[in-house]
């Protein structure tokens, strides 16, 4: 069930209920809203219909509940302060409307408990906003006037900071040093500038650990106003949120006083195989912008291109500064700007490198098995637990396949399907997918990549002899070895080198 917009009076108290959308009802609900929002500013422009009474009531908010990834939203005849941009795709998530109110953008943020899927079948109690967590991209112009309304219908007091804004000390939002706290049932207005392009983030600055512990952060992307020397223009322009949650299996909510632990490592409150891919037309120039609202860094890497970085959360970098990488680290509170060309077609995994971030709830508190000859074992707790069975007794690559029994409402600790069996991953896992027949500013999912004949890695079904193992016993120690090496005598053992610094290396310091 997709809403794109409601009296503001109607809002249920616990929040809207989740579902995954249907895409297409979603757009068209979109369309009509945007059609409507279009009339009303044309018939601002023309002096006539929208009354100065009803432009100083509240913009009515617009709720999205679906978790599908919205298509690109271009306020149609309405571009800013500068020339027309190409707008952000925001993964599993989407852009709020704004209206144009005497050359101000007005935003209407609604601060409530929503219900997240975060991956088919687990759906987690979170706060958020305007139906959603993370809440829906800002997306404005560099000298943009901007006014965001915020009406708090979380059971606490909240406020919103404007992480990485230029903006009046007044307008940043923490609580008690620029602001009271926005009161249960209250609405504040904030306004200021969008004075410096880039890449930014949102959220509360009051009992910031369970808020955001909940859910509650959005993004937000000021567009450069003309051509800027360090900002290309590129064909697409993703952009999400690293989050975390710590939500037993089985449970519906998350636990806020984690500091550390968290099991549900999270891009946009979506793990995979609840994830979209982000897909690109085959030679296009594609930006990624990520920031980080976890309680640890998130080195994220893509597979079959290099990047740059080609901005942080200060703006953009240097032509000169920026190098090339398959990784890049993402700290808490930071923000990365990513650039590459899609010139390899395929499905190329992008993930966190960490690689218990890209497992889900089950694979944590789990004890190692490896190698632990338990012969005997089992059957004799089977007399007393029927249904027990050994993890990980080779490794976890088995649990994927296993149709091991979970408690209601979680994810697999491994999960997805591609053409070659299972993916065995989740949590902060997605594809870039590279097509050559991938229409530009199309963002549907291409299905899985068709291989060229002879491309694909391939059983060896020859002869396989004895393979020769490598020594474990007495390993001689090599000091003095320097000329010896290279002397292949015949017993396959090993031969451990050490150079010493210093002997012959003097200046080397
Ligand atoms: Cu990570």
């Known amino acids: 069930m997709t809403r794109y917009s409601r009296p503001l009076g109607s809002l249920p108290p616990t929040g809207a209920v989740g579902g995954a959308g249907r895409p297409g009802a979603a757009d068209m609900e979109r369309r009509q809203f945007f059609q409507r929002a279009l009339a009303a500013t044309a018939l601002t422009a023309a002096g006539a219909g929208v009354g100065r009474a009803a432009l100083a009531a509240l913009p009515e908010p617009v709720i999205r509940t679906g978790p599908d990834t919205a298509a690109p939203w271009l306020p149609p005849g309405v571009t800013g302060a500068g020339r027309p941009y190409r707008p952000v795709v925001t993964l599993n998530g989407w852009t709020l409307p704004f209206r144009m109110n005497q050359g101000v953008k007005e935003f209407h943020l609604v601060a409530e408990p929503v219900v997240r899927e975060v991956a088919p079948g687990f759906e987690v109690n979170m706060w958020g906003y305007n139906g959603q967590s993370p809440g829906p991209t800002i997306e404005v112009v560099e000298g943009d006037r901007v006014r965001l309304f915020v009406t708090n219908r979380l059971p606490e007091p909240t406020t919103i900071h404007w992480h990485g804004q230029r903006?009046?000390?007044?307008?940043?939002?923490?609580?008690?040093?620029?602001?009271?706290?926005?009161?249960?049932?209250?609405?504040?207005?904030?306004?200021?500038?969008?004075?410096?392009?880039?890449?930014?983030?949102?959220?509360?600055?009051?009992?910031?650990?369970?808020?955001?512990?909940?859910?509650?952060?959005?993004?937000?992307?000021?567009?450069?106003?003309?051509?800027?020397?360090?900002?290309?223009?590129?064909?697409?322009?993703?952009?999400?949120?690293?989050?975390?949650?710590?939500?037993?299996?089985?449970?519906?909510?998350?636990?806020?006083?984690?500091?550390?632990?968290?099991?549900?490592?999270?891009?946009?409150?979506?793990?995979?195989?609840?994830?979209?891919?982000?897909?690109?037309?085959?030679?296009?120039?594609?930006?990624?912008?990520?920031?980080?609202?976890?309680?640890?860094?998130?080195?994220?890497?893509?597979?079959?291109?290099?990047?740059?970085?080609?901005?942080?959360?200060?703006?953009?970098?240097?032509?000169?500064?920026?190098?090339?990488?398959?990784?890049?680290?993402?700290?808490?509170?930071?923000?990365?700007?990513?650039e590459f060309v899609a010139d390899e077609p395929g499905d190329w995994a992008m993930h966190c490198h960490k690689s218990h971030h890209t497992m889900g709830a089950m694979g944590h508190d789990v004890p190692t098995m490896i190698g632990v000859d338990h012969r005997g074992l089992v059957q004799k707790i089977q007399r007393v637990v029927p249904d027990y069975m050994v993890m990980g007794e080779r490794g976890m690559y088995d649990m994927k396949e296993m149709e091991m029994e979970l408690p209601p409402n979680t994810f697999p600790m491994m999960a997805g399907h591609g053409q070659f069996g299972p993916i065995g991953m989740g949590g902060m896992f997605t594809l870039l997918k590279v097509r050559a027949d991938q229409k530009p500013d199309d963002y549907t999912d291409p299905g899985p990549y068709a291989y060229p004949p002879g491309t694909v890695a391939y059983e060896y079904t020859g002869q396989t002899p004895p393979a020769p193992r490598a020594a474990t016993t007495d390993v001689p120690a090599g000091h003095g070895a320097h000329g010896t090496h290279g002397a292949a005598t015949a017993p396959p053992r090993a031969a451990l080198q050490a150079r010493k610094p210093g002997a012959g290396h003097a200046d080397h310091r």
């Open 167 to 338: 903006l009046p000390a007044g307008m940043d939002g923490v609580s008690g040093v620029n602001q009271p706290p926005i009161g249960v049932g209250k609405t504040f207005v904030y306004e200021f500038v969008a004075r410096r392009p880039g890449t930014f983030m949102y959220h509360p600055h009051a009992d910031e650990m369970t808020q955001m512990a909940m859910g509650m952060m959005g993004f937000w992307v000021t567009h450069p106003s003309g051509r800027h020397p360090l900002i290309d223009d590129v064909d697409r322009d993703y952009c999400f949120l690293l989050n975390a949650f710590d939500v037993e299996p089985g449970a519906r909510t998350p636990n806020v006083n984690t500091m550390l632990d968290f099991n549900i490592w999270a891009w946009n409150s979506r793990v995979f195989p609840g994830l979209d891919p982000l897909v690109a037309r085959l030679g296009e120039r594609v930006r990624v912008r990520i920031g980080n609202l976890t309680m640890t860094n998130h080195p994220i890497h893509i597979h079959g291109i290099e990047f740059e970085v080609t901005g942080t959360d200060g703006g953009p970098v240097p032509k000169g500064a920026r190098w090339p990488e398959v990784t890049t680290d993402i700290a808490v509170g930071q923000m990365r700007q990513i």
